[in-house]
T-cell receptor, first 114, second 111 residues
């Protein structure tokens, strides 16, 4: 089944403790992206990657890091999480950019930072 | 900064009624995508429109892309309780790496 898999689904952590949210897709998609979703603010892009070793900032990149060493994986790293990073996070992938292929989203990771 | 204004934000209607959701921007997009999201799950793609003036139908849902590729609408005919959910429009910039989302429309269809 074609899908984007995120782990974990739920995570509660403490301020300052480094964490990684994994994202993997099995569709050989070139493009991958991370979003956070907050009430009243909608979905906002954190980082995206057009291909292996090519990453760029989205609209809200502060406090996050990403890497794209393999085509299928695009982990999101929070080096020193803070409470304002409590949110619902989604990873998404698409076959090609700007071609109207549509995005496939993961099921989400609900992160709470206390 | 590209923005997508989606309206209305909330809509509560009776089963059988028709409704239209609008998505407007001052920017031109290479495509306009519509998603539906259930609570606690990721958005699921409903349709993508890429050509100005394009109309696509998905059963009782009709999607239209504006001639200038700056706006779009979603029309639901004879809404059913199963249509309840969050509907999101998203504009894709040409080779910019960005998919910009509207704020979403929460639709409740009462039996």
């Amino acid at each position: 089944e074609a899908q984007v898999t995120q782990n974990p689904r739920y995570l509660i952590t403490v301020t300052g403790k480094k964490l990684t949210v994994t994202c993997s897709q099995n569709m050989n998609h070139e493009y991958m992206s991370w979003y956070r979703q907050d009430p009243g603010l909608g979905l906002r892009q954190i980082y995206y990657s057009m291909n292996v070793e090519v990453t760029d900032k989205g609209d809200v990149p502060e406090g996050y890091k990403v890497s794209r060493k393999e085509k299928r994986n695009f982990p999101l790293i929070l080096e020193s999480p803070s409470p304002n990073q409590t949110s619902l996070y989604f990873c998404a992938s698409s076959r090609l950019l700007g071609q109207g292929y549509g995005y496939t989203f993961g099921s989400g990771t609900r992160l709470t930072v206390v | 900064t590209q923005l997508l204004e989606q309206s209305p934000q909330f809509l509560s209607i009776q089963e059988g009624e028709n409704l239209t959701v609008y998505c407007n921007s001052s920017s031109v997009f290479s495509s306009l995508q519509w998603y539906r999201q259930e609570p606690g799950e990721g958005p699921v793609l409903l349709v993508t429109v890429v050509t100005g003036g394009e109309v696509k139908k998905l059963k009782r849902l009709t999607f239209q892309f504006g001639d200038a590729r700056k706006d779009s609408s979603l029309h639901i005919t004879a809404a059913q309780p199963g249509d309840t959910g969050l509907y999101l429009c998203a504009g894709e910039g040409s080779n910019t790496g960005k998919l910009i989302f509207g704020q979403g429309t929460t639709l409740q269809v009462k039996p």
